[in-house]
């Protein structure tokens, strides 16, 4: 239905644009002074001789005939003649024309003929004097082109009432003439804008529109080089914009000669057929290759045989009545097969192609009886018009395809972008999902880590503390002590928790602050000597704990053991390693017998987990611990468990000078 609906469409635009066309040609029918009477006077000639400046009717050689304008003899082709002669055999056929007594014409008067045919020249001779010649091409000379002629309009000027008309053309072929409008601009002037408007002018203006379409049709094939429809349109303008050239040039000079323009605009029928019949099959889909490769044999022939390049061939104008015919019936041939499979496969811009085509075949066949002067001159040549309904319909398909292709591309962008869209959904989801995954992890592990600190921490002490009072071997002081240490210890494990940012300052003022007033009680002074150190980039709170731990240790064996007054805490850095130094002025231990015990075990335990190692030396002027953390990320094991507490390393390199060398031990 939808097929039917639309060609119905079709035909209403087509019926109300040729009722308008009918409607302005008949409002701009000229008045005036008509004149469809001559003498007719015909000589033969030899080549184009000048015009002379005044003629006198009566003094040219010859009998003169009345004839009835508009005339027009039909053509007789000599090829034989006019190919051999040295010199091309002419024709002058002279027209006069004397205006009505007692008609006076207007005081601006104007000369208007619809149509000359002269394939050759024209000269109009007002009261004896040359007033009007035509300076273009011999064969091309703009005989589809009216003639509007202002007489002269000055005050010595007289009415005209004698006009004679030479025509010289090539013999046996032009030579035909329309009747002649005398009157003023409102008399003949109309008729002469509407003629010239649709038989130069328009054919003009959508040649070039169409060329112009053609040129982006192919920019557009650049880029969709699959898609040779984009190529054939460009080719079919181009094609159509060369034959339509014969419609609106001619009153100027053409840049080529006579020859090759008519090689072109003859051949060009041929041309825009190929590229038709071509078109249609990328249409509605159906191969012909029998019909195709006679199409292409029969232009190639035709293009061949008349090729100016070859000495003795014939001129394309000159055969052109006699190629016409062929080309009317391969151009019908091409159109009916187009409208038969586009008809078979539904396709509306097929059928409406291949219509447009046939009918511009078949005002082909008309224009060819008016080239031919078998129908009145006057009339005007209709296959321009099919061209331009057919060069619409080659833009509708062009544009339709267009669209579509940019239909789909915002399509597939559509389409694209909901699978990017839900794509990035999934991908939200998941990176959320893992992320949850991820935290659940990073708190299990810091609740485990957590809650081990806190087993062999602060649960070992209480436990510990338990047993003893549970034994009755503990005074309250010592519980006090033990309470106090047990707090200590759940401070360091709080502390720990909190983001050091690989900053080891930070989290030695942060065990300075929960230390300091217990040294305080016990009348310890503190000496604070911490100076910059690098960032350790594999600190985080795992290890941070281990480290507090370890220098938690050292503290508490100072106040227990050593009997101090002053502990010193310092950094410094060197190897690769930052170095913290916990020294007292207490009464020193043997470290042979000490790391024995728990404590140092521990320690060096701790150290060996996050990579680094313990140093104690001990004398009797006191002792130094000292930490060794390494810069970069250590290579041993996170986890405590793992770590060997048996290794024993080396002395240090370094000892203080105030202790007593032969008591030192390095514990890792």
């Not at 040609?25 to 000589?43: D, K, M, W």
């Not at 331009?388 to 833009?395: D, E, K, P, Q, S």
């Not at 794509?423 to 992320?435: G, P, T």
Request: net charge neutral; with cysteine.
């Amino acid at each position: 239905m939808e097929f039917f609906r639309n060609f119905r469409n079709y035909a209403i635009v087509v019926l109300a644009i040729v009722a308008g066309l009918i409607g302005i040609f008949a409002v701009s029918r000229p008045s005036g002074i008509h004149l469809t009477e001559a003498n007719i006077l015909v000589q033969n000639s030899d080549g184009y001789a000048r015009p002379p400046r005044t003629v006198d009717p009566g003094a040219i050689a010859g009998n003169w005939n009345r004839v009835h304008l508009p005339y027009a003899p039909h053509p007789k082709i000599l090829p034989k003649q006019v190919i051999d002669a040295s010199v091309t055999p002419t024709q002058t056929t002279w027209y006069h024309f004397r205006l009505p007594a007692g008609v006076r014409p207007p005081t601006e008067a104007y000369l208007y003929i619809p149509r000359w045919k002269s394939d050759g020249e024209i000269a109009i001779y007002v009261d004896g004097v040359l007033h009007y010649q035509s300076h273009a091409n011999l064969q091309w000379n703009g005989s589809n082109l009216p003639l509007w002629i202002a007489f002269d309009d000055t005050a010595e000027q007289k009415p005209p009432h004698d006009i004679l008309v030479r025509l010289r053309h090539v013999r046996g072929i032009g030579g035909a003439l329309s009747s002649l409008w005398v009157g003023s601009y409102a008399e003949v002037g109309p008729a002469y804008m509407v003629r010239n408007f649709f038989q130069a002018e328009f054919p003009y203006i959508g040649s070039w529109i169409f060329l112009a379409s053609g040129i982006f049709a192919l920019f557009v094939w650049f880029g969709r080089r699959q898609d040779r429809l984009y190529l054939l349109f460009f080719a079919v303008t181009v094609t159509t914009f060369i034959r339509t050239m014969h419609n609106y040039v001619g009153l100027d000079r053409l840049p080529i000669s006579d020859a090759w323009f008519g090689w072109l605009t003859v051949n060009s029928i041929m041309w825009i057929i190929v590229n038709v019949h071509l078109f249609l099959i990328g249409v509605h889909l159906h191969r012909q290759p029998l019909l195709t490769w006679t199409i292409a044999a029969v232009t190639a022939f035709f293009a061949i045989a008349t090729l100016p390049l070859l000495g003795r061939s014939p001129d394309a104008t000159l055969v052109a009545p006699l190629m016409y015919p062929v080309m009317f019936l391969v151009g019908n041939v091409v159109s009916l097969h187009g409208l038969y499979w586009s008809w078979r496969v539904r396709s509306l811009e097929g059928c409406a192609l291949a219509a447009w085509c046939l009918l511009a075949a078949l005002l082909g066949g008309y224009d060819w009886l008016l080239q031919n002067n078998f129908v009145n001159i006057e009339n005007v040549f209709l296959s321009v018009y099919a061209q331009i309904a057919t060069i619409i319909a080659f833009c509708h398909i062009i544009l339709s395809r267009y669209s579509t292709a940019v239909g789909e591309v915002e399509r597939a962008n559509i389409v694209l972008a909901e699978r990017l869209a839900e794509r990035e959904a999934e991908l939200l989801a998941s990176h959320q999902k893992r992320r949850e995954i991820e935290r659940r992890e990073l708190i299990h592990h810091e609740r485990q880590r957590l809650m081990q600190d806190m087993h062999d921490g602060l649960g070992s002490s209480l436990v510990s503390a338990l047993r003893v009072v549970e034994h009755g071997k503990i005074d309250d002081t010592a519980i006090a002590e033990l309470l106090k240490s047990c707090i200590d210890d759940l401070k360091l494990t709080i502390d720990s928790m909190e983001p050091v940012e690989t900053d080891l300052l930070l989290l030695l003022g942060t065990l300075r602050f929960r230390l300091q007033p217990r040294l305080e009680a016990t009348n310890i002074r503190l000496r604070w000597e911490v100076t910059e150190a690098p960032p350790l980039t594999w600190l985080d709170q795992r290890h941070s704990l281990h480290i507090l731990r370890i220098l938690q240790e050292a503290f508490t064996n100072v106040v227990k053991h050593a009997g101090a007054s002053e502990i010193k805490v310092a950094t410094r850095v060197a190897g690769g390693e930052v170095m913290i130094d916990i020294a007292d002025n207490g009464r020193g231990f043997d470290p042979a017998v000490t790391s024995q015990g728990r404590g140092l075990h521990n320690q060096a335990h701790r150290a060996a987990a996050i990579g680094g190692r313990v140093d104690v030396r001990s004398g009797t002027k006191g002792t130094r611990f000292t930490l060794y953390l390494p810069i970069r990320q250590p290579s041993a094991p996170a986890n405590p468990s793992d770590a060997n507490p048996a290794d024993i390393d080396s002395p240090a390199s370094d000892p203080s000078p105030d202790i007593d060398r032969t008591r030192d031990v390095s514990i890792q």
